[in-house]
């Protein structure tokens, strides 16, 4: 395993300001080693890529990184502060979004409401006060983020129906847009275009450049869907077994023989 | 030494049965992600056939104990697998429901066939004596002790060395095996309830002689075994066993030294709830895992009726609201106290409906409302209006205590922390002198303005009291906080790591519906004058409950429909029904529990039976999923 660890986003001269830094994660389950001494640098401005097959650690990762998991050994920073020992509330007052891969929608919500406490939640934060009432400047920001992740994910004409009865591809849509209604600097999506066909797929793509580009947040993504992977990220880790196995560009992941053995198997040769 | 023995033995006695139903009680709960309330009022029933069948009929005990026990239990069971089956599909706060709804149908299906009073059985065992050290004991004491040690040491034996045993104990150190293949869920599952339902209808028969027969008593009592649950972390069946031995000694011993202090007589029976409670608070979260599947509730799109024909419901309402006096003639008190139960069934869905917390306390916070409204009036001398209102401000800080397991717990050990916290304020809040002292009543006066403390007067202050409430909840439901609290109900986990400290929520809200429930009980009082903490027991709260869940699950339209079938209704019922009120309630709220109308999609047969169309069933719009990545919040 020497071309591990071959890069680094550091070496990149293009690489963004700090946005999650991981260091030496581990994390057990009782007796089971889920992630093991895993390192990561998801930057600002760029999307940042983590697979792996099933079971590799990524789901467990993106808990630790928003503070539903204690790790057993590692740090987890946030914009160059170590949050290791924030809950997840304060991590997501901090600027940290995520989606979940089961998806946490508010299903007796309307999908406008959902959006909108994407928003509202961490307004609402931790002082009572706030959680009862919300001030006429808090109401203009919810309703133009509203709008605007509504119009980014094309969502509008769902807006009035209840988040639980719509198909996982459009919930997928709505979690997300949830989650970019949010003053989030840092997104973590954990496999957010399985459901979506081809073509929502693309959307998808395009959206996740644009959040990037426009508003320099940083993201990182898990996604199985392995040209959706390679179309955004700007690099990409590699867990197998809850090791980190390969880290680099796409061109680097898809030509790595360790990735490939590993990940890619039989579906290798397509890529 | 030597006067404690006497005390250690009845402990030990009533603790092995404690330990033997709390046994079946994690056995059920382990292995099917079903806590069953309704565990004790099986025993109950139990304890009745048994009594029918030994003391009525005069069938030799042995035989009588084998049909309840064998046959009774089981047949119980396989009911209990089947509810517990559909209930696993459902929403933690419809799981708690369910089983309570239980809970009351039993009982009130034993109120129907045997009354409400209490019957004394005679012990069935052997009464002669021996001695241990001097002290005297029955043979009774000492078979209790060996059934009930046998049955647990049986249960070991099953585990280690049958096949399905091993299986179940599989399931039961680690509940998602029940998913894999390796192990047959159904056989498991059913074997599981068997089980459970035999231990309770075993331990009914063996405490039925000590406690007598009375359905509330037994069904409550057998209840103790949540303490001896909790003490196993309601894992561990050995750690259970103990457990239960541990509460029958705690009482006991308790018994003994609370003798002769008046202000503590509440206290041995309360140790099951403290232990309970106390338990839940300081056990490590983690220790405290959730078995079962976490559901979501079914969400279909409500065709809401449109805003006129709303606002003209609502007019009418009112309109019919303010003319009552007119209309029902001596009847009105029953009205007072239908508007007042609107107070706490408003109070009750906030925290139930809109934000998914389960509270089986509720009747406490009313019943402490009730008493600080006498004091402040009678002793303090606050005016009426002003002493109302921090009537509610005295509530507030108990609702307070009981979030604080909501803060670490969820779903099921929330409602079993609130039932042992409702427990306990019975039990030993009220008889002390802060509440409603030895004397067990409060005077409690009206307004001091003639006109308003007459029958009519009073009627509409309560209904002034209970339309400004519905305006406050209006306003919640509508504010940011409505919105966080129904965002909390569907999913804490998202609310959570979007920013919202859920901790404070859950506290606001059990504090604004404390003080709601703390005004409706000084309402309470003033409508009869003196009151009592009777009145706010546990089970009130259980049935106050089960009527909401009867009544529908919206946060308005049910407080009304609830305040009115409780409290209005059963002065209509032709004579002879009210019997079957409890029976009825628990029976509805157990179908809707298990969303059987959904489940068959009886709207929708209703709707192609009308059209003459045939046209195949839809699937089931339920949806479960598995706990969620492991994570709790
Ligand atoms: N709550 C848990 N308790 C014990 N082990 C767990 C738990 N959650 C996950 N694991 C284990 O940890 C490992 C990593 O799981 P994780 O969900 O992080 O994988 P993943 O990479 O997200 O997989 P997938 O692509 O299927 O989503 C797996 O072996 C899994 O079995
Ligand atoms: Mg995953």
């Known amino acids: 395993m020497t071309d591990t660890q071959t890069l680094n986003p550091s070496d990149l001269t293009d690489a963004g300001p700090a946005g999650l830094t991981v260091e030496d994660l581990t994390i057990r389950y009782g007796g089971n080693v889920a992630v093991s001494g895993f390192s990561l640098a998801g930057p600002l401005g760029w999307v940042t890529g983590l697979i792996g097959p099933n079971g590799a650690g990524k789901t467990t990762t993106f808990n630790a990184c928003s503070g539903l998991l204690r790790p057993s050994a590692g740090r987890v920073s946030l914009f160059g502060a170590d949050v290791t020992n924030l809950a997840p509330p304060a991590r997501a007052r901090l600027g940290l979004g995520r989606t979940f891969q089961r998806m946490e929608l508010f299903d007796s919500l309307t999908v406008a409401q959902n959006v909108r406490l994407g928003r509202e939640a961490a307004l609402a934060g931790c002082n009572p006060l706030r959680q009862l009432i919300s001030t006429a400047a808090d109401r203009r920001a919810i309703a133009a983020a509203v709008a605007e992740a509504i119009e980014l994910c094309g969502i509008g004409d769902m807006a009035g129906l209840r988040a639980g009865s719509l198909s996982t591809g459009q919930r997928r849509l709505v979690e997300l847009a949830r989650a970019l209604a949010g003053d989030f600097r840092f997104l973590l999506l954990d496999e957010p275009s399985s459901g979506l066909d081809k073509a929502e797929t693309a959307v998808f793509g395009s959206i996740l450049r644009r959040v990037v580009e426009e508003r320099g947040s940083g993201i990182l993504l898990v996604e199985h869907d392995m040209d959706l992977v390679m179309r955004v990220c700007d690099y990409i880790y590699v867990l197998d077994f809850g090791q980190p196995i390969f880290d680099g560009t796409p061109v680097e992941v898809r030509r790595s023989p360790v990735v490939r053995a590993a990940y890619l198997g039989s579906e290798a040769a397509d890529v | ?633």
């Open chain 2, 1 to 633: 030494m030597n006067d404690l023995l006497p005390f250690i033995i009845a402990g030990i006695t009533s603790g092995s049965i404690y330990g033997l139903t709390a046994m079946g009680l994690v056995l059920s709960y382990k292995t099917s992600g079903i806590f069953n309330f309704a565990h004790g009022a099986i025993a109950a029933a139990a304890a009745y056939l048994f009594y029918t069948l030994n003391v009525e009929h005069g069938i030799a005990w042995p035989v009588a104990a084998l049909v309840c026990v064998a046959i009774g239990g089981p047949l119980l069971g396989l009911a209990l697998e089947f509810f517990a089956r559909l209930l696993a599909e459902v929403p933690p706060a419809r799981k708690v429901v369910g089983t309570v709804g239980l809970l009351l149908a039993i009982q009130g299906l034993i109120s129907v066939i045997y009354g409400g009073d209490l019957r004394s059985t005679p012990q069935f065992l052997p009464t002669s004596r021996f001695s241990i050290g001097g002290t005297q004991v029955e043979y009774s004491q000492l078979i209790v002790v060996l059934l009930s040690t046998g049955a647990a040491v049986g249960l070991y034996l099953f585990f280690r060395s049958t096949r399905l045993g091993v299986a179940m104990r599989g399931v039961v150190d680690d509940p998602t095996l029940l998913a894999l293949d390796a192990t047959n869920p159904v056989r498991v599952r059913r074997a599981a309830w068997l089980i459970s339902a035999s231990f309770a209808a075993a331990s009914g028969i063996l405490i039925a002689p000590t406690l007598g027969l009375e359905p509330l008593l037994l069904t409550l009592l057998v209840v103790q075994a949540f303490g001896a649950a909790a003490i196993g972390s309601f894992s561990s069946l050995p750690l259970t066993f103990v457990g239960g031995l541990a509460v029958g000694l705690l009482s006991s011993l308790s018994t003994k030294f609370v003798l002769g202090k008046s202000g503590l007589s509440g206290l041995p029976p309360s140790i099951p709830f403290l232990v309970l409670f106390v338990v839940l608070l300081v056990m490590p979260k983690g220790r405290l895992v959730q078995a079962g599947v976490r559901a979501r509730a079914a969400v279909r799109e409500r065709s809401a009726l449109p805003r006129p024909a709303r606002l003209a419901i609502g007019a009418g309402g009112a309109l019919a609201l303010l003319a009552v006096p007119q209309l029902v003639g001596a009847k009105l008190p029953v009205f007072t106290n239908g508007a007042t139960f609107v107070l706490i069934f408003l109070s009750l869905s906030l925290l139930v409906w809109t934000s998914g917390q389960v509270s089986l306390c509720h009747a406490a916070f009313a019943g402490v409302g009730a008493a600080a409204f006498g004091q402040l009036t009678t002793q303090l001398h606050v005016p009426w209006a002003l002493a109302l209102v921090l009537a509610g401000v005295v509530t507030v800080p108990v609702g307070a205590i009981v979030a604080i397991p909501a803060i670490r717990l969820s779903g099921l050990y929330l409602a079993l922390a609130t039932f042992g916290f409702g427990i306990l304020v019975q039990r030993v809040g009220y008889p002390s002198s802060l509440l409603y002292g030895s004397g067990g009543t409060r005077a409690v006066p009206r307004p001091g303005i003639s006109w308003l403390s007459s029958d009519t007067g009073f009627y509409y202050v309560v209904l002034a009291v209970a339309a400004l409430a519905c305006l406050l909840v209006w306003a919640v439901y509508h504010s940011r906080l409505g919105l966080l609290l129904r965002g909390l109900a569907d999913s804490p986990l998202a609310l959570s790591t979007m920013g919202t400290t859920i901790n404070v929520t859950r506290v606001l809200v059990f504090c604004l519906s404390a003080f709601l429930a703390g005004v409706a009980g000084g309402l309470f009082g003033a409508a009869v004058g003196n009151i009592g903490g009777f009145g706010f027991g546990p089970f009130e709260s259980l049935t106050w409950l089960t009527v909401l869940a009867v009544a529908g699950t919206s946060q308005f339209g049910a407080a009304f429909v609830a305040a009115g079938l409780l409290a209005v209704a059963p002065a209509y019922y032709p004579s002879g029904w009210n019997e079957y009120q409890t029976l009825a309630f628990g029976v509805i709220a157990l179908i809707v529990a298990l969303q059987l109308p959904q489940r068959y999609d009886l709207r929708g047969r209703v709707a192609r039976a009308a059209r003459g169309s045939a046209q195949r069933r839809e699937a089931s719009p339920l949806r479960a999923r598995p706990a969620l990545e492991g994570v709790q919040v």
